[in-house]
């Protein structure tokens, strides 16, 4: 670490002091200097977001520059788990995702033609774990509250109605390296918005420990339910809803070794595909799992029924 301590060198870059700052390897730290010129700047998330719906029932999408970031987080980060060991990702294009999470409107859209099975999913929200009926079962709010209950192929299902709506293979599920992305949209702290949990950014259950269950406080009104889309501020790429409010499935398949997570924003191929991951957080997880670099992988892909699982789109730029 001699150089840090050089007198020749030109002045530290931001990156680097970031990089010293929250205890990012030496090596990791090189690759940040020979990156800093190209990493994500506020200057690039300040842009108006750029926005496109394809169709009237499409989701509004907004579109993320290219960018390089390092997922996980870092030692020092109060309350990390372990299969958060930082690395280096370059996303050398630009891509669109969708500002929220899919609602119940856009869900029902699809229901009606006929492409998404929304009997299946609205049997499986009405039993427990074991398959038997929860009593006084009480409806999900619909509308623009995220769609719940869906598995990973419904999500897949979904994305197949939207790119025969547009006659191109360019929607899909977000890799969990872009959700990440799209999530921090150039900060390095636990939240978008700083390194302690807020009910004034998100929908979620407890500030502290381990428990879960609703919670409401300050602009979170919601306490055992979902929230309507974009009930909070937008991060600086434009996006709502990447904290909070209803996990959502990303691609990628189960790798637990971080070394080979794909570093060029493509999702997991390898590692375990019988478990599909998710992000975000649900109105009610705490805020330990909502963290910028938190992992969730436990569910099969078959997977329906869960109150708190939704999902986001990304589209695939020409
Ligand atoms: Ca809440
Ligand atoms: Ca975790």
Redesign the pocket.
Known sequence: MSAVHSTSRPKRSRTWLCAVRYGVQPALMAALMIAGAMAVRADAADQAARTFRDCAACPEMVVIPPGKFVMGSPETEKDR?P?EGQHMVVIAYSFAVSKGPITWDQWDACVRENMCDGPAVEAALRLDRDGKPIPNYVPHVRGSHPVVGVSWFDAQAFIRWINRKIGKEQYRLLSEAEFEYAARAGTTTTYWWGDEPSHEYANYGKDAGPDLGGMAEGRDIWVDSTSPICSFPENPFGLCDMYGNVYQWVEDCYETDIARLPADGSAARSGNCSVRGFRSNSYESNAK?MRSA???FVYAPDTRGRPYLGFRIAKTLP
């Open positions: 788990d299969d799992t938190n992992r969730a």
